[in-house]
């Protein structure tokens, strides 16, 4: 696949959704979209799917009345958009807790929106920026920068993916 494929197919799956959350938007308090933050093109290498499969259970048994709305897996990898009943700060605050929750939590993404359909933000809440992969530095200041290489990115992930299926998931 060719650069420009590539970019067009990335761009279409965060559109696709985009359209999943606005299709339903106004039906809850707050919605979740549970992702993986895997660096590179390949975004389902060994262990994603155990990964994404302990974040969902870990999600389903901390938040009560969770709905799952959609489960399914794309050019950006596996995801699920889901359904709460609590308040959208409630709901992004346990989420935080659960991307911190342990060194493989860092490849989880847990964007949290409101009713409307507005993204909850960690600086909303007075919360600090996620840490990045490698240096613990704002991610989005090592991206910004170009701090790190991909290998180096990548390299990472694996390890934590890696560690995480050694220990059981």
Same mark, same amino acid.
């Given at each position: 696949?060719s ?10 799956? #965060?559109e696709? #959704? ?18 993986? =933050? ?7 290498p ?5 990964l ?5 259970? #870990? ?15 794309? *050019? ?8 709460a ?7 992004? *605050? ?18 949290? @929106?409101?009713?409307? !359909?507005?993204?909850?933000?960690? !600086? ?21 920068l !170009? *701090?790190? =290489? @991909? ?7 694996e *390890? ?8 059981? !998931?």
């Amino acid at each position: 696949m060719s650069s420009a494929e590539s970019r067009s197919s990335i761009l279409a799956a #965060r559109e696709a #959704r985009q359209e999943l959350l606005d299709r339903h938007s106004g039906t809850f308090p707050a919605f979740i979209f549970l992702s993986l =933050n895997i660096p590179g093109e390949c975004k389902t290498p060994p262990g994603t799917e155990e990964l994404f499969s302990w974040a969902l259970e #870990r999600l389903e048994t901390s938040l009560p009345h969770l709905h799952l709305v959609e489960r399914g897996s794309d *050019r950006l990898g596996p995801f699920a958009l889901l359904a709460a009943g609590q308040e959208a700060a409630q709901v992004k *605050r346990l989420c935080v807790s659960q991307e911190e929750s342990s060194p493989v939590a860092r490849l989880i993404d847990l964007d949290v @929106y409101d009713r409307s !359909g507005v993204q909850i933000g960690r !600086g909303s809440l007075g919360l600090p920026p996620r840490p990045c992969l490698v240096c613990h530095h704002p991610a989005v200041d090592c991206m910004r920068l !170009g *701090r790190h =290489n @991909y290998p180096e990115l990548a390299a990472c992930a694996e *390890r934590l993916l890696a560690e995480f299926s050694k220990a059981g !998931g």
